[in-house]
């Protein structure tokens, strides 16, 4: 079974839009956003190469791609392929400025 491994920055935007998400849309949407996102990863660690190429010159950030949650379109998913699995680097809502938050300048 493929692996996926989570980055520490990874963990806190999850926890951080579990949080928005059940003050703005309640718990149980907030709960779905978390079951959704863990299969999300589980499908990208199957098919690592489903999402979409980030191209970036940065190093540490080659190879980036980008996918949504299931039934959470807007929350972004970028990660890494391995040969075991995928490296889950940030989960961010697109409206934001993800280029700045992945310590990129546009």
């Given at each position: 079974m493929p692996m996926v491994y989570q980055r520490a920055a990874a963990r806190r935007d999850l926890?951080?839009?579990?949080?928005?998400?059940?003050?703005?849309?309640?718990?149980?949407t907030a709960e779905r956003f978390l079951i959704?996102?863990?299969?999300?990863?589980?499908?990208?660690?199957?098919?690592?190469?489903?999402?979409?190429?980030?191209?970036?010159?940065?190093?540490?950030?080659?190879?980036m791609r980008k996918w949504h949650i299931k039934d959470f379109e807007n929350h972004l998913i970028f990660y890494t392929p391995h040969a075991d699995g995928v490296s889950i680097v940030r989960v961010l809502h697109a409206a934001r400025d993800w280029w700045s938050l992945l310590g990129l300048e546009n």
């Open positions: 926890v951080e839009q579990f949080i928005y998400l059940a003050e703005e849309a309640g718990l149980e959704n996102a863990e299969a999300s990863f589980n499908d990208l660690a199957r098919q690592p190469l489903i999402g979409a190429p980030v191209l970036l010159h940065h190093p540490s950030l080659a190879g």
